[in-house]
């Protein structure tokens, strides 16, 4: 079974959980490509990673440099997150590392494309949903999530992620999918 990101459901309003989420560390990417091609164009360079075009990252620095060479697989976990940047058709495409590693025992990337990314504790609006993976779904669901968190009257900070929990070949109707709005 897949490791999925954790955190608290702080409470369950109209329209979304709020949620707080833990530090935890990324492996991300940034691509320029629509949104229904993000994920697939970044995710070679991300599976690279996990699946060992990385070296690890030995805890004590005076290690051998032989054993800070070696490739670490690591299990893939949920969700994989499409962050929106300012720049149109930019996307910060991440996977969520499992939570047995920290800044110091994360393996260092081979791919220089690939940053890993200590991400801050923080609180989120979510709403779920199933479907396809398309701009349209994304827009649908923001906007929705968005006049939802309004409603509550929570302050959103940036722009909502797109958090994708199945593989693409898992049919679109059984597909579990996030808008997640980072709230102050």
């Known amino acids: 079974m897949t490791e999925q990101q954790p955190y608290q459901v702080l ?14 560390l990324v492996a991300q990417v940034t691509v320029h490509s629509s949104i229904e091609a993000a994920g697939n164009t970044a995710f070679r360079y991300l599976f690279g990673y996990i699946s060992g ?68 504790e923080s609180r989120g609006a979510a709403a779920s949903f199933s479907g396809r993976w398309t701009s349209r779904n994304y827009l649908d669901h923001a906007a929705a999530l968005g006049e939802a968190v309004s409603a509550a009257g929570l302050t959103p900070l940036g722009l909502p992620r797109f958090a994708l929990f199945d593989p693409p070949y898992r049919p679109w109707f059984l597909r579990r999918n996030e808008v997640v709005q980072t709230v102050e």
């Open 11 to 24: 409470a369950v309003l109209p329209g979304f959980e709020l949620r707080n989420y833990p530090a935890h």
């Open 53 to 120: 075009k990385n070296r690890s990252n030995p805890s004590d620095p005076s290690q051998d440099p032989a054993i800070h060479s070696t490739p670490v697989k690591i299990p893939m976990t949920a969700p994989v997150v499409l962050h929106p940047q300012a720049l149109d058709e930019t996307y910060t495409v991440a996977f969520v590392l499992p939570e047995t590693l920290s800044t110091d025992t994360a393996p260092d990337p081979d791919d220089p494309a690939v940053t890993i990314v200590a991400m801050p």
